[in-house]
C-alpha cells in the first residue's frame, strides 16, 4: 500500500511530505544554524561556513518579529527546486517573516510566512515594489547573482531601505577577484566596481569624523554605515547612527584651529 501510494506522488509532494517530518525534527534543533543548515540541506554550512557568522550576529533578532529579505532563491529556472536557506531562515526566527526574490518564478516554494517575488535585483521599480509591499527590513542578505555590478548596484539601492540596527549581508564576495561572467578582477584589488573595492572603500566612511577636509558634506553612507565585518567570503555591514565624535576632530579640522 505504501509504495501504490508513492508511485502515485509526484517529487514535489514527496518532497512536502518529508519537509513536514523535516520541520518536526528542526523544531528541537531551532537554536543552532549549523544543524538547521544541514537539515534544510542549504549551503550555508559545509560547502561554505556561513552559519557560525549568522549565528553570532543575528541571534539578537531571534526572537523579535522582524521582516528578512534574502536575494536568490536557487535552483535555477527549475520552480521546484530551491528555498533550503528560506526554510532555514524561517526555523530559526519563529516570529519572522521570511522573503525572497528570484529572476525566475518560484512561487510553488512559498509557504507560510515564506513570500517569494519573481524580477531582477537590479531592477529599482521591481525592488521599489517589493519595498512597498514588505515595509521595514531588518535583514538582507544578497545571495543572488553574485555579479560585482549587481551585488554593488542592489546595496545602493536597498541599505537605505534597512532600518536602523539591521544587518546587510553579502555572501560568496569570492566573485570580486573572478572577471569572467561576474566583472571582478585578480590584479587591481582596488577597482571600485568590485565587491572589496567598493565594500573596502566603505570603511572610510566610518572613521569620517578624522577626516581633515574642512567643509566635508557626509554622505549616506557616513551617516549610517557603524560596523563593517569581513570574513572568508562574506561581508556584514551593520546599519545605525554614526555620529561619534572625535576626540581630536571638529567639523573635519583639528579643534586648536
Same mark, same amino acid.
Given at each position: &500500500?505504501? /509504495?501504490? %501510494?508513492?508511485?502515485?506522488? $509526484? ?30 540541506? $542549504? ?23 522582524? /521582516? ?19 526554510? &532555514? ?26 513570500? +517569494? ?36 548596484? $542592489? ?5 537605505? #531601505?534597512?532600518? +536602523? ?21 585578480? $590584479? ?19 572613521? /569620517?569624523?578624522?577626516? %581633515? %577636509? ?13 560596523? &563593517? ?7 556584514? +555591514?551593520?546599519?545605525?547612527? /554614526? ?13 586648536? #584651529?
Amino acid at each position: &500500500m505504501i /509504495n501504490f %501510494i508513492k508511485s502515485k506522488l $509526484t517529487p514535489f509532494q514527496k518532497t512536502k511530505i518529508k519537509l513536514f517530518f523535516i520541520n518536526i525534527y528542526a523544531f528541537f534543533r531551532s537554536n543552532n544554524l549549523n544543524k538547521l543548515a544541514r537539515l534544510y540541506k $542549504t549551503d550555508k554550512y559545509g560547502h561554505h561556513f556561513y552559519t557560525p557568522h549568522y549565528q553570532n550576529h543575528f541571534k539578537k533578532f531571534k526572537f523579535r518579529r522582524i /521582516n528578512l529579505l534574502e536575494i536568490g532563491v536557487g535552483g535555477y529556472d527549475d520552480p521546484y527546486i530551491g528555498g533550503h536557506s528560506l526554510r &532555514m531562515w524561517k526555523s530559526y526566527f519563529p516570529f519572522a517573516k521570511i522573503f525572497s526574490l528570484d529572476i525566475f518564478d518560484k512561487s510553488p516554494l512559498e509557504e507560510r510566512r515564506i513570500k +517569494i517575488f519573481k524580477g531582477s535585483q537590479v531592477e529599482e521599480d521591481f525592488l521599489e515594489k517589493v519595498c512597498n509591499q514588505i515595509g521595514k527590513l531588518d535583514l538582507i542578505i544578497d545571495d543572488g547573482s553574485h555579479i560585482n555590478e549587481h551585488v554593488i548596484k $542592489t546595496f545602493l539601492y536597498l541599505f537605505p #531601505k534597512l532600518e +536602523i540596527g539591521g544587518y546587510y549581508v553579502i555572501e560568496d564576495t569570492q566573485t570580486s577577484y573572478w572577471e569572467e561572467e561576474y566583472g571582478g578582477s585578480s $590584479t587591481d584589488f582596488n577597482r571600485q566596481d568590485t565587491i572589496y573595492g567598493f565594500f573596502k572603500a566603505k570603511i572610510d566612511s566610518l572613521n /569620517n569624523e578624522e577626516f %581633515i %577636509i574642512p567643509g566635508y558634506e557626509k554622505n549616506y553612507f557616513d551617516k549610517h554605515i557603524v560596523a &563593517m565585518h569581513f570574513y572568508h567570503n562574506m561581508i556584514f +555591514i551593520e546599519k545605525g547612527l /554614526n555620529n561619534e565624535l572625535s576626540n581630536l576632530v571638529r567639523n573635519n579640522q583639528f579643534r586648536n #584651529k
